[in-house]
């Protein structure tokens, strides 16, 4: 019965996203394509839902507040973003966007043509309605007016500091 609820649930949210997409991201990944492998469904309207929904989410490493919250408060994010994609297979991808204060770049990420500097939370919402934290990655903007994505590895450290309200260097 649950997993009943669930699929429906999932059905008519998918149908909204769908409903609701636009196709006009500027995002691309090093090589410039897309991370899914699909076409690029990203929108960042606060109509979906499935971003409130990992919002209310606690990750089990840090349950001391929700996600929303810690994204939320984290100190060091001049301007936050969230955006969910939908895939072919039925995940929904939902990216949260944190983007630093550009007065802080060091001379020589301005001299390369870097003109802000992030930080891309990406979770994914499978069919059943289950949710984990899919990676991190470090995004730069720069002045081809692209954004570059760069997976990292260490997942933990970023949580940590955002968890912690601690500054982010890379």
Request: charged fraction near 25%.
């Amino acid at each position: 019965m649950r997993r009943v609820f669930w699929v429906v649930v999932m059905g008519a949210a998918l149908l909204l996203v769908g409903a609701c997409s636009k196709n006009d991201s500027k995002v691309v990944g090093v090589h410039g394509a897309n991370p899914h492998g699909q076409q690029d469904n990203a929108t960042d309207s606060p109509e979906l839902g499935f971003a409130d929904v990992i919002k209310s989410k606690k990750l089990a490493d840090y349950s001391t507040s929700s996600i929303g919250d810690a994204f939320g408060t984290y100190r060091f994010f001049d301007k936050r973003e969230w955006r969910e994609t939908k895939s072919s297979d039925g995940k929904v991808y939902v990216d949260f966007w944190g983007w630093f204060n550009a007065a802080v770049l060091d001379d020589a990420s301005t001299k390369n043509g870097i003109v802000a500097r992030g930080v891309e939370v990406k979770f994914v919402i499978y069919p059943d309605g289950a949710f984990n934290l899919a990676m991190i990655s470090k995004i730069e903007a720069r002045t081809d007016d692209k954004v570059y994505v760069y997976p990292l590895a260490d997942k933990k450290r970023i949580m940590d500091a955002i968890y912690t309200n601690k500054e982010l260097a890379f």
